[in-house]
T-cell receptor
Framework: GQNIDQPTEMTATEGAIVQINCTYQTSGFNGLFWYQQHAGEAPTFLSYNVLDGLEEKGRFSSFLSRSKGYSYLLLKELQMKDSASYLCAVRDRDSSYKLIFGSGTRLLVRP | DSGVTQTPKHLITATGQRVTLRCSPRSGDLSVYWYQQSLDQGLQFLIQYYNGEERAKGNILERFSAQQFPDLHSELNLSSLELGDSALYFC????????????FGPGTRLTVL
């Protein structure tokens, strides 16, 4: 089975840096995704990690450690529009077409 | 705008009824995925079709069924509806069967009264 854990809520200040953690316990692993979702809207793809290390994409970076079952999403120079839920999802190796999502972390950016 | 369209945007119905949700993938995408997002359960994968064939199945109830038509649009049928089926239903599409880069539609909000 799969278990994916993320903090429920986080608060940060505009202009700051925030790190959102995700830990997973899975029977197989074939990649980890991060999505952003504003309230009532569709999730949008942020990043994909399949190998250990840091992937940087503008203000957003994502890190993966497969041996620790751990990932984080790093958001720099926070803007008010970054207030959203951030979903961590693992691709199941048994069926690599399936994504298993965590419950998401609701991030509130304050002025 | 992801290019994935879903209809209707909102649907209100009663327990015991049956509804059909429709999804049109982005032009050129062969895979369609269905997800359910309720307040207490997060985003749950239901089912995936690739070029008309079922490719993967998640936690889809027996009361729910889906299909993908030759023109690649997909429908999700929900029957014998219960209060707990109230949720946002998202469709996503990708070019290949790999969900590495899937694009989500705006969702259908289903309310069962």
């Amino acid at each position: 089975g799969q278990n994916i854990d993320q903090p429920t809520e986080m608060t940060a200040t505009e202009g700051a840096i925030v790190q959102i953690n995700c830990t997973y316990q899975t029977s197989g692993f074939n990649g980890l995704f991060w999505y952003q979702q504003h309230a009532g809207e569709a999730p949008t793809f942020l990043s994909y990690n399949v190998l250990d290390g840091l992937e940087e994409k503008g203000r957003f970076s994502s890190f993966l450690s497969r041996s620790k079952g751990y990932s984080y999403l790093l958001l720099k120079e926070l803007q008010m529009k970054d207030s959203a839920s951030y979903l961590c999802a693992v691709r199941d190796r048994d069926s690599s077409y399936k994504l298993i999502f965590g419950s998401g972390t609701r991030l509130l950016v304050r002025p | 705008d992801s290019g994935v369209t879903q209809t209707p945007k909102h649907l209100i119905t009663a327990t015991g009824q049956r509804v059909t949700l429709r999804c049109s993938p982005r032009s050129g995408d062969l895979s369609v995925y269905w997800y359910q997002q309720s307040l207490d359960q997060g985003l749950q994968f239901l089912i995936q079709y690739y070029n008309g064939e079922e490719r993967a199945k998640g936690n889809i109830l027996e009361r729910f069924s889906a299909q993908q038509f030759p023109d690649l649009h997909s429908e999700l049928n929900l029957s014998s509806l219960e209060l707990g089926d109230s949720a946002l239903y998202f469709c996503a599409s990708s070019v290949a069967s790999d969900p590495k880069e899937q694009f989500f539609g705006p969702g259908t909000r289903l309310t069962v009264l």
